[in-house]
């Protein structure tokens, strides 16, 4: 079967001759078909019939006698072809009926009230049988997995095939509905998944603070599960007895609503090889415990608990309002990987990263991390689609809520391109966004721009409407993160310059995460307690990763630094992450010391129960207060030693965040009627209890902020 389609482009002005060729003519320039005026809004149009399927091409124009090939920039997938990168357009089988949204809503008046309505415009298949509306099949999933078909008073069919859904009564958490259509002729088309939630507020990825799991070093709920020691492996690189029944338990008991936690980040969940493997020293023997080494595409590991352990835990998080994301690999996979027996056209071997003749730069696309993790090859078109495959199936079959795609810099665009318009595509018609967050790793200095300039920009050019939501601020990291709370180097006034200056550079609508801790990093607490401020507290310590490593802070100062570091993040933009352990001020250096086992508040120390109870005070306030999570930024106020920032929200409800690394109280005073909107006469009171203040005529407010402490003033 052929199916038209369409095609439309933005010439710049003066282009002539412009074209499509792709692979249906062999991307010959002569029977390429020309983009003509009377597109949409200006553009020009063509349509070509192509069989179902991923098809290449350019765009083609003549412009002062020179001839351009360029992508398509309105087309979010890509394809290669003899190695060349190309825009690509998926075409459905148009003999397939089809559904699109021409309008869905969630109303939820009170709870146990929710409802859900969607007028969906039918399309016939091209062969005209007509709507068999008999034949639509259409059920309602909760966020237990439990399906049943919508009734008739919930699902109505009109002569054109057009369908109108209300669906009402329903409690707060997830709920998808799947739609069919069917033909006349006996034709069912693909699924139409309506995504969406019933809860108070309507949620955005900038109201999460993501918690991430590495779930063997969480918590052991069920020791059933627990192997013995791996032969040949250091204990700090071998299996603890961390499981996805333990992280169910924290989410149940209320652990992370207590932290006011709305995103868990689980690290990656398939399964892992037996056995140990050269740690990066070539000296010490590790395992895939952290799940970064996946031999099974599409099985959960059963040291973690398996796929029934997987599902009550998204079940879990879903009913108390926290998503799901899966850390999906796309760079590599273990040698043992049913893809590498299979397919081994698929994968790139001989390049180890940062060897003799394979720098991690110039050779980031092809090299191997390990000599036993060969690289994906995305532009093997159909290695690309396995994995964007995958990505699907984890999402759809475990109702997960989005991707920490892991390495980005180090694989094809394409890869996080095409994965991003097939998740669109598969389970965003209702509206219901599924974040795709990246990790490209960049930085390592604080050099004020035009030297981090390549920092911002590689982040940078991942995201956007066709691309990832967000990544990793791994500038704001490197920059400010332990530099000025950590170490103390940098002062308050050079933590505002970059926060304000990321807010410039990200592009519109991104995401960003901010983070003072990751599974990549030394601990927070060990950075602030080696900060070279002795002999035995050299800065070098905390990089060591087998001998001579760090020990537990014996000064309350560290976790003193670990609490100032939170406010400031807590009160950032976008979606902080809060690495686990940290919350209490976990303690260890690089991996695999930065991996110790989760511990439970009654195995804490004074100091770290009291940095336990602050960050709690603080994700509860992120969460009791709108303009923490969705106001703009703006500095106020900002010395060596203390930092006043805004988040400016409308109609009066912005907030004010105090800090200070002085040692005596400060008292300071800003503007903030003309700065955040407030109005002289309001009463902010401070989330971390403070107490209040009062906006003077004048638009100044005063606050006190404590030693070494943090203020949150909000109405």
């Not at 089809?98 to 039918?122: H, M, T």
């Not at 008739?152 to 707060?172: F, H, K, P, T």
């Not at 391109?417 to 795709?436: H, S």
């Amino acid at each position: 079967v052929l199916c038209p389609t369409s095609f439309a482009f933005n010439a710049p002005p003066g282009a002539t001759d412009v074209r499509v060729p792709g692979e249906w003519n062999g991307f010959d320039l002569g029977t390429a078909p020309e983009l003509r005026e009377g597109g949409a809004q200006g553009q020009l149009a063509a349509t070509v019939d192509l069989p179902p399927g991923l098809h290449a091409y350019k765009i083609t124009y003549r412009y002062g006698g020179e001839l351009a090939w360029v992508l398509d920039p309105a087309e979010g997938r890509r394809k290669y072809v003899g190695g060349i990168e190309n825009s690509a357009v998926k075409v459905p089988d148009c003999r397939l009926p089809a559904f699109s949204v021409a309008q869905s809503q969630v109303a939820r008046p009170a709870a146990g009230e929710g409802a859900f309505e969607a007028r969906l415009a039918y399309r016939d298949g091209i062969e005209g049988a007509g709507p068999d509306a008999a034949a639509f099949e259409a059920t309602l999933q909760d966020q237990d997995g439990d399906a049943r078909p919508l009734t008739a008073q919930e699902i109505s069919v009109d002569e054109r095939g057009d369908v109108r859904i209300d669906v009402r009564g329903l409690d707060d958490g997830k709920y998808r509905i799947t739609l069919r259509g069917a033909t006349r002729s006996g034709r069912v088309g693909e699924p139409l998944r309506l995504v969406f939630w019933v809860e108070a507020e309507p949620f955005s990825w900038e109201d999460a603070l993501i918690y991430m799991v590495v779930t063997d070093r969480y918590r052991d709920g069920d020791p059933a599960l627990n192997a013995p020691a791996t032969p040949g492996a250091d204990p700090r690189g071998d299996w603890a007895g961390g499981d996805l029944e333990g992280l169910r338990r924290s989410i149940e008991d209320g652990t992370l609503d207590a932290l006011g936690v709305r995103a868990i980040w689980l690290t990656p969940f398939q399964e892992n090889p037996a056995g140990a493997y050269p740690a990066s020293d070539g000296v010490h023997q590790v395992t895939g415990y952290h799940g970064y080494w996946p031999i099974k595409a599409r099985e959960v590991d059963p040291r973690l608990g398996g796929a029934e352990a997987l599902r009550a835990v998204v079940a879990e998080a879903h009913r108390h309002g926290i998503r799901v994301l899966q850390d999906f690999v796309v760079n590599h996979v273990h040698e043992a990987h049913e893809y590498v027996a299979s397919h081994p056209d698929w994968f790139r071997t001989g390049c180890v990263c940062g060897t003799d003749g394979c720098d991690w730069t110039s050779h980031a696309l092809d090299c191997m991390f390990a000599g036993y993790l060969p690289d994906v090859n995305h532009t093997v078109p159909e290695a690309n689609a396995a994995f964007v495959s995958d990505a699907v199936y984890w999402l759809d079959e475990f109702d997960l809520d989005g991707l920490r795609v892991d390495a980005v810099k180090h694989v094809e665009e394409i890869a996080t391109r095409n994965l991003a318009a097939e998740v669109r595509e598969a389970f965003e018609p209702a509206g219901t966004r599924y974040f795709l967050m990246g990790e490209t790793a960049m930085g390592w200095n604080d050099c004020a721009p035009p030297c981090n300039d390549e920092n911002y920009g590689t982040i940078a050019k991942y995201i956007g409407p066709l691309g990832l939501d967000g990544q990793f601020d791994f500038v704001l990291y490197h920059g400010v993160s332990y530099r000025t709370f950590a170490w103390g180097d940098r002062g308050m006034l050079h933590a505002a310059y970059w926060v304000e200056d990321g807010q410039k550079r990200w592009p519109e609508g991104a995401i960003m995460t901010p983070y003072i801790g990751s599974h990549d990093t030394a601990r927070f607490a060990t950075l602030a307690d080696y900060r070279g401020q002795d002999v035995a507290h050299g800065r070098d310590v905390p990089t060591r990763q087998w001998s001579d490593t760090a020990e537990a802070p014996a000064s309350s100062d560290v976790y003193a630094r670990v609490r100032l570091a939170m406010a400031w993040l807590l009160g950032l933009p976008g979606a902080p992450l809060l690495y686990y352990g940290d919350e209490y001020g976990e303690w260890g250096g690089v991996d695999p010391n930065n991996r110790s086992l989760w511990r439970p508040e009654e195995e804490l120390t004074p100091d770290e129960r009291e940095t336990l109870d602050f960050v709690r005070q603080l994700g509860a306030a992120r969460q009791g207060v709108p303009a923490l999570r969705r106001g703009a930024y703006v500095n106020l106020t900002a010395t060596e030693d203390t930092l006043v920032f805004g988040r400016r929200l409308a109609g009066g409800r912005s907030a004010v965040v105090a800090l200070t690394r002085a040692a005596t109280a400060q008292r300071i005073s800003v503007e903030v009627t003309g700065a955040l909107g407030l109005p002289a006469g309001a009463e902010l009171t401070d989330a971390l209890g403070g107490g209040a203040e009062t906006v003077s005529a004048t638009g100044m407010v005063s606050m006190t902020i404590p030693p070494g402490g943090a203020v949150i003033l909000a109405p």
